[in-house]
C-alpha cells in the first residue's frame, strides 16, 4: 500500500499531455472528479479510490488547464463522459477551478444537471491573486482558464450557479504558502479566500484546518464527501467543522 506521503507527493503532480482519464467501474451511481488549476487528474486518485470502494463508479477527469478556456474544458468533460455513458445519477466532487467549471457544464448541458455535488475550495467569487496578477506578463502562466478566474469576471457569470445541484463547499483555513496573505481575506487556505467560496445561501459550508494544495488528501474531508454524496445535505446549512 502507498504511504500516506507518497501519496501526498504524488497529488502535486503538474498535468501532462499523454495523461488519461481514470475509470472505475462500480454499482453505485457516477461520480466525476474534476481537479484544479495546474494540477493533474493524480491529485484526486486518493478520492477516487475511496469513493469507489464505498461503491461508486469513479471517473476521474485530467484536462490541461492551462492551456484551454473554461467552455474548451467543458466540452471535454462533455465528451469524457459520453465515452462512459452509464444512464446513472451524476455527482461531482471538484478542486479549486473544477468546482467552478462543474457551473458552467451544468449550464450548458442542463441534461446533467442533477444530482449532488462536493466542491473543495472553489473560487466562485473570484481569485484576489488572479486580481493581482492581471496586467502583468505572469498571468500567462495561469492558462486561459485561470485568467479567467478575475473577481469581475466570476461576478458577471453569478447566474451560472448550479442552482439544480445540492451542493457541499469546503472552504480550508491554513496558510502553508505565507507570501500571498497579504492579497486575501483574514480566513483563507494561502490561495483562496473563504469568502470567495460561497455563491449560493443554500448551499452547505464547511470550513476545515487544511490548506488550498491538500484539501483533497484530508481524511475529513474524503469521509464526509462520500456520505454527503449517499445521504445529500439533511436540510442546507453553513457548518464550521475546524
Not at 72 to 82: A, K, N, S
Not at 142 to 157: C, F, I, R, V, Y
Amino acid at each position: 500500500m502507498k504511504s500516506r506521503r507518497f501519496m501526498r507527493l504524488q497529488s502535486l503532480h503538474p498535468p501532462v499531455p499523454w495523461h488519461r482519464s481514470s475509470h472505475r467501474v462500480g454499482d453505485g451511481d457516477l461520480v466525476i472528479l474534476l481537479h484544479g488549476l495546474w494540477r493533474s487528474y493524480l491529485s484526486m486518485e486518493k478520492l477516487a479510490v475511496h469513493l469507489n470502494e464505498e461503491g461508486f463508479e469513479v471517473l476521474n477527469i485530467p484536462y490541461p488547464s492551462f492551456r484551454l478556456s473554461i467552455g474548451e474544458i467543458v466540452t471535454r468533460i462533455h465528451e469524457e463522459l459520453e465515452c462512459v455513458d452509464t444512464g446513472k445519477t451524476l455527482h461531482f466532487v471538484t478542486h479549486s477551478l473544477g468546482g467552478v467549471l462543474v457551473r458552467y457544464f451544468v449550464d450548458r448541458y442542463p441534461q446533467y444537471a442533477y444530482g449532488r455535488a462536493v466542491m473543495l475550495a472553489p473560487p466562485h467569487q473570484g481569485s484576489q491573486v488572479v486580481d493581482w496578477l492581471e496586467g502583468s506578463v505572469l498571468l500567462g502562466l495561469l492558462g486561459p482558464a485561470g485568467a479567467s478566474l478575475s473577481s469581475e469576471s466570476m461576478q458577471s457569470q453569478k447566474g451560472k450557479d448550479a442552482a439544480v445541484l445540492d451542493v457541499l463547499v469546503f472552504m480550508g483555513t491554513k496558510r502553508r504558502i505565507p507570501w500571498l496573505h497579504h492579497l486575501l481575506d483574514d480566513q483563507n487556505d494561502g490561495i483562496v479566500s473563504v469568502s470567495s467560496c460561497i455563491l449560493r445561501d443554500d448551499w452547505i459550508y464547511r470550513t476545515i484546518d487544511g490548506d488550498h494544495t491538500l484539501i483533497m488528501q484530508e481524511d475529513e474531508v474524503i469521509e464526509q464527501a462520500s456520505q454527503f454524496l449517499k445521504q445529500g445535505g439533511g436540510g442546507r446549512r453553513t457548518e464550521t467543522t475546524e
